[in-house]
């Protein structure tokens, strides 16, 4: 039986939410194989992050180098980066390993405010890895830092997946989750916008929604999918992973990375475009 394989590239959490331990209890209730490089070692839990200590940037492309080049990886994400010599080494090997399809979640600041990424890291993070990206997937602070918007409407959520195109990835999925309303993400391929609605959920157990949100896209990549059917897998994991939080923690706590797969046990996993975006509470392509 074929094994599907997926490596993250990101920070790790202390607090189990976010980063890599977020990446891997996605890939694995995805039923993915999960591999890591770690860029960060965070000292953190659901009230904030204290402190971080910075992997060296050629122990970071070792990392990847080993598993890659003995395990292989069908799809494989970035998260947090933190500096521009890390992204340089991060986009090197995998330009020299061939490593695609490749997610990039352009993880800048941690839920709680702290900077993940340094400010004149934007630059070589969009020259180095957005051109090598399958799909970037920005939240609305993320798209505004990376096309100098402000992000108010569902109009300038497609406008910034359009500019942010340009700059080189597959396609970009900008995410609403920070707009006011229920939450609505953009996808926008060079070509379709494609919407995919959601239900909000009062709750303050959010941390890690992108990095689990990205992670449930590499898995599905990894398995074969379309970016599309990908994507509607993606925002029902995140949805159910959202509303069943587990509301650990004094904080911003955790999601539940278990209550998709709950949901769907005994039962095949949505593997179309259209059970998997009615699943997302739907997703339809727009103009």
């Not at 916008?193 to 929604?209: A, I, W």
């Not at 599309?228 to 955790?254: N, V």
């Amino acid at each position: 039986m074929r094994v599907a394989r997926a490596l993250t590239i990101a920070g790790s959490d202390s607090g189990g939410g976010a980063g890599i331990q977020a990446d891997l209890k996605t890939f694995q209730m995805l039923g993915v194989y999960g591999m890591t490089a770690i860029t960060a070692i965070t000292v953190q839990n659901t009230k904030g992050v204290f402190g971080s200590h910075l992997v060296p940037p050629e122990l970071v492309a070792a990392q990847i180098d080993a598993v890659v080049r003995d395990i292989g990886t069908d799809a494989t994400k970035t998260g947090m980066l933190a500096t521009a010599e890390i992204i340089e080494a991060v986009a090197a090997k995998i330009r020299e390993l061939g490593i695609t399809p490749l997610v990039v979640d352009p993880v800048m600041v941690a839920k709680g405010g702290a900077p993940l990424l340094e400010e004149d890291a934007r630059s070589t993070l969009i020259r180095e890895l957005f051109p090598l990206a399958a799909v970037v997937t920005p939240n609305i602070s993320e798209a505004e830092a990376l096309t100098g918007m402000t992000i108010r409407t569902r109009d300038e959520m497609v406008e910034a997946a359009k500019r942010i195109a340009a700059l080189g990835p597959g396609a970009v999925v900008v995410k609403g989750g920070h707009l006011a309303g229920d939450p609505l993400d953009i996808l926008y391929d060079g070509q379709a916008v494609v919407e995919f609605p959601g239900v909000r959920v009062r709750t303050p157990h959010t941390h890690g929604t992108g990095c689990t949100f990205s992670a449930a896209i590499t898995a599905e990549l990894a398995k074969g999918a379309s970016l599309l059917d990908a994507l509607g897998t993606a925002k029902a994991f995140i949805s159910a992973a959202i509303r069943e939080a587990p509301g650990l923690g004094e904080g911003h706590g955790p999601t539940n990375h278990w209550a998709y797969s709950r949901q769907h046990a005994g039962s095949d996993q949505p593997r179309d475009a259209a059970q998997a975006s009615e699943d997302a509470e739907g997703g339809r392509e727009a103009r």
